[in-house]
């Protein structure tokens, strides 16, 4: 049974450009979580996602930040019009469809570097 | 401000010792507080988990207490290896929030 998986695992863009990130969850797991994580930093929870609804953004920027989570294929963290300062790690995490608090398990992250 | 956060960012022990990290939190609805470890490259591990009804939780070689009167957690790793060395962060929920909230992290170095 293979991890969550994202891709690509490392990511450049220049300052304007779209970076899309993919995160494929565990099988079985109907809920998907991104977290970004700055440099030196903890995690900072984005957004939540079940298949094709969105839960809660309340952690996404309002604006050039969007995700979805689409009844077939990957969940998409989409950032447009990237600046130096979306420079981190994006971390997917999912979820079974009912789960207790510790079932939620990491992808590997990827890593975006804005030039 | 963040809802936990780490007394130190870096923790440097002998290979052999027991090692301590410590987590503070402000938010009193948190019910269930993680310790994630973080290799260098890879996602956060889980490693060890507390609800708030409890005030110590031991696996192999890590325990965890939670003291709810002074919001703080602690992660013990006895006998430390040189497989220990990560970063280690510790992450609550609770008060109806869906995401983890994550502290800035500890750097543990293991010496031989």
């Known amino acids: 049974n293979a991890g969550v998986m994202q891709n690509p695992r490392h990511l450049v863009r220049r300052r304007g450009q779209e970076a899309r990130l993919r995160c494929s969850p565990m099988k079985g797991h109907s809920h998907v979580y991104w977290y970004r994580q700055l440099p030196e930093e903890g995690l900072k929870f984005m957004v939540y996602?079940?298949?094709?609804?969105?839960?809660?953004e309340s952690g996404m920027p309002k604006e050039r930040f969007s995700a979805e989570f689409p009844k077939e294929g990957p969940s998409i963290l989409r950032i447009q019009q990237v600046v130096r300062g979306d420079s981190a790690a994006y971390f997917c995490a999912s979820s079974p469809p009912v789960w207790d608090y510790n079932e939620q398990f990491f992808g590997p992250g990827t890593r975006l570097t804005v030039l | 401000g963040e809802s936990v956060g780490l007394h130190l960012p870096t923790l440097s022990v002998q290979e052999g010792d027991n090692s301590i990290i410590n987590c503070a939190y402000s938010n009193s609805a948190s019910d269930y507080f993680i310790w994630y470890k973080q290799e260098s490259g890879k996602g956060p591990q889980f490693i060890i988990d507390?609800?708030?009804?409890?005030d110590k939780r031991q696996g192999q070689r890590v325990t965890v207490l939670l003291n709810k009167t002074v919001k703080h957690l602690s992660l013990q790793i006895a006998a430390t290896q040189p497989g220990d060395s990560a970063v280690y962060f510790c992450a609550e929920i609770g008060g109806g929030a869906d995401g983890l909230t994550f502290g800035k992290g500890t750097h543990l170095i293991i010496q031989p």
């Open positions: 996602l079940q298949k094709e609804n969105i839960i809660d």
């Open positions: 507390i609800r708030s009804n409890m």
